[in-house]
């Protein structure tokens, strides 16, 4: 049994729907209407603030509840939405953010349906009446077109990849759904800690101000800090960073990292590795500062500047607080 819907797995971080949920949202309604389909929110567990937000941003919210479903764990959501799918039909396509957990879930999710999985993509649109994605290969110097041909077809999105539509708000309605899971399925959370207290989450955040070994110590990151204050953006590192100790890994953008597509990226002192490109390439503006004109860096960036960063990111940022007063 099918269903003419396109669902969204909504997704929520430190009490808050992530911002590529309402990218999300806004992306599957575009696709629904175009194929006179209907548009769905699907929150696993959360609260009830959550489902009416949701209610504000999409027509209809399925709302799982039950016993277990919180925290998040893989094979948990997976009994759910096959429950969901049991009980409502296939739909035409679920899509999810590229963040750990989507890109945890999804692929067993497409094993359990027998469908076709487009993972970290940056585009999805109709071809006839397949939906297609398009993602990037080799740290974007290629990129893959794929035509999902069962259904669910289901898609990974990576932030940033739509902008949110200024007419997302709409006056939905919320259906509960019980979810009766089986007794020992999945893992148990024993102890959850966390680095980034207090720092704007890299995946969600507009803008990014990363720096690389060419920063020259640890101590000078305090510039870029000042420089992401400025702008309300959150700060990223390279790995070279990370192995010398002077970071966290949890602010590491690349292949072994965080993949990431914020509006803007400012990279300082970064050489511009293909494993640091793979993680920010699909973003919408790159800025590079590198006092090596050389740099590969400058090869993905939209705008260069050769200069010394010690120099370079105090006059920036001075000339920002000044255009803000």
């Not at 548009?39 to 696993?44: G, S, V």
């Not at 939906?131 to 041909?149: D, H, I, S």
């Not at 399925?185 to 720096?211: F, I, M, N, P």
Request: net charge neutral; aromatic share 6%; charged share 20%.
């Amino acid at each position: 049994m099918n269903c003419n819907e396109i669902w969204v797995i909504a997704e929520t971080r430190k009490g808050q729907l992530t911002r590529s949920t309402c990218q999300l949202l806004g992306a599957a309604r575009k696709l629904a209407d175009q194929k006179d389909l209907g548009a769905a929110a699907i929150l696993i567990g959360g609260e009830q603030v959550h489902a009416d937000e949701l209610a504000q941003k999409s027509p209809l919210v399925l709302w799982l509840k039950g016993p277990r479903l919180e925290p998040y764990e893989a094979m948990r959501h997976l009994h759910a939405i096959w429950q969901l799918i049991e009980f409502r039909g296939r739909p035409a396509a679920i899509l999810a953010g590229a963040s750990a957990a989507g890109l945890e879930f999804m692929p067993r999710l497409a094993m359990r349906c027998g469908s076709g999985y487009a993972s970290s993509c940056i585009d999805i649109w109709w071809e006839k009446t397949e939906l297609t994605a398009r993602r990037p290969l080799y740290g974007g110097r290629a990129y893959e077109e794929l035509a999902l041909l069962t259904k669910p077809a289901l898609v990974t999105v990576r932030a940033g990849a739509f902008s949110i539509p200024e007419n997302l708000s709409v006056s939905g309605k919320a259906e509960t759904i019980s979810i009766d899971l089986p007794e020992n399925v999945g893992l148990t959370l024993v102890e959850r800690k966390s680095t980034t207290s207090g720092k704007k989450d890299l995946s969600e955040a507009v803008c990014v101000v990363a720096g690389g070994r060419g920063m020259g110590s640890p101590e000078n990151f305090k510039l870029l800090e000042e420089l992401a204050d400025v702008l309300d953006a959150a700060v990223g590192v390279s790995r070279a960073v990370v192995d010398a100790g002077w970071m966290h890994h949890d602010q590491q953008v690349g292949k072994s990292g965080k993949t990431i597509s914020p509006e803007l990226y400012i990279a300082c002192g970064i050489s511009g590795a293909i494993h640091h490109v793979l993680g920010m390439n699909t973003s919408k503006v790159v800025v590079a500062i590198n006092k090596d004109p050389n740099a590969l860096i400058f090869e993905n960036a939209d705008y260069g500047v050769v200069g010394d960063i010690l120099e370079v990111i105090p006059i920036l940022t001075n000339a920002l607080k000044s255009c803000k007063k």
